[in-house]
C-alpha cells in the first residue's frame, strides 16, 4: 500500500472508431479502475487528466504526526493528504481482490483513520466537510469502511449543529447517500434507533426537509444492509444449484 497509485484516464478525441474502448488503467501498485475512453470528433486533441493519490507522502505525513501528535503543522499536513472522497479513500485502504490481508493492511488503515479522528487542531468546518464527502457513495463493511463508519457517528454526537448545516447545503440526492451510509448496519439495535430519535427531536424544526431524508435513510438501511464482500451479488434470488433461469 505504501506507494504512489497513478490513476491516468485518456480520453482520445478525433478517434476514428465509433465504438467506446475499455482500458484498465494499473497503479503502481494495483489495478485500481476501468475507464471507457469515447470519440469525440469535434476536436483533435488528446487531454490526459490524472487523480494522485499519494500514499507515501500520507504515511510519512502519519510517521511525523505521531512523532508530534500536538504540532499544528503535522496535523495540517496529515489532513491535507488524507483522501478527501470516497474512491480516494477505498484505493488507498481498501483490499484488491485476491490479496492476501496481513495484520499489518489492517494495522495500517486502522492507524491513518484513528489518527484522522484525533486531529483536534483543524477548523470544524474544513473537517466535517471532509468526513461528509468520504461518506458520499461509500458502503459498509469490515476493517477500513467499518472505522470510516464508526469516525462519522462519533462526529455527528460531538459536532451536530455543524454537521446538520453543512448536510443541509448538500442536494437531496447527496444526502440520502450521505445517510444512506451513515445508517448502514447488518442489526437494528436500541443505540442506533436513539441516536436517530435524537437527531429528530433535536434538528425536526430547524431542517425538516434534511430530516425527512434522514429518517427515509434510517428506514431503507439500518438493520438491512450487508457487507459488500460477503457476495458477489446483492440480488436478492438464489437459484439452486444446478437449476437455469429462463425469461419469462
Request: with cysteine; charged share 20%; glycine share 4%.
Amino acid at each position: 500500500m505504501k506507494y504512489i497509485n497513478l490513476i491516468l484516464i485518456f480520453v482520445f478525441c478525433g478517434c476514428t472508431s465509433n465504438k467506446d474502448t475499455k482500458h484498465v488503467i494499473e497503479s503502481t501498485n494495483k489495478i485500481v479502475c476501468e475507464q471507457i475512453i469515447k470519440k469525440d470528433s469535434t476536436k483533435n486533441n488528446v487531454k490526459i487528466l490524472s487523480l494522485v493519490v499519494d500514499t507515501l507522502t500520507l504515511s510519512n505525513a502519519y510517521n511525523a504526526l505521531m512523532k508530534h501528535p500536538d504540532d499544528k503543522k503535522c496535523q495540517e499536513k496529515f489532513f491535507k493528504e488524507f483522501p478527501t472522497t470516497w474512491f480516494e479513500y477505498i484505493s488507498t485502504y481498501g483490499y484488491p481482490e485476491g490479496q492476501i490481508i496481513s495484520e499489518n493492511d489492517i494495522a495500517y488503515g486502522r492507524g491513518h483513520i484513528e489518527a484522522f479522528g484525533n486531529l483536534d487542531l483543524i477548523n470544524d468546518t474544513l473537517y466535517c466537510t471532509k468526513l461528509i464527502d468520504l461518506s458520499i457513495g461509500a458502503y459498509i463493511d469490515a476493517d477500513a469502511p467499518n472505522y470510516l463508519h464508526w469516525q462519522l457517528h462519533n462526529n455527528m454526537g460531538k459536532k451536530t449543529a455543524l454537521m446538520m448545516k453543512l448536510i443541509s447545503s448538500m442536494l437531496e440526492s447527496d444526502q440520502m447517500l450521505f445517510w444512506g451510509f451513515y445508517w448502514a448496519s447488518l442489526h437494528k439495535d436500541n443505540t442506533l434507533q436513539t441516536e436517530c430519535d435524537n437527531l429528530i427531536s433535536s434538528q425536526q424544526n430547524i431542517y425538516p426537509n434534511e430530516v425527512k431524508i434522514m429518517r427515509t435513510a434510517f428506514e431503507l438501511f439500518c438493520g438491512k444492509s450487508s457487507f459488500s464482500s460477503v457476495s458477489d451479488t446483492h440480488v436478492g434470488l438464489r437459484l439452486a444449484e444446478g437449476c437455469c433461469c429462463q425469461d419469462e
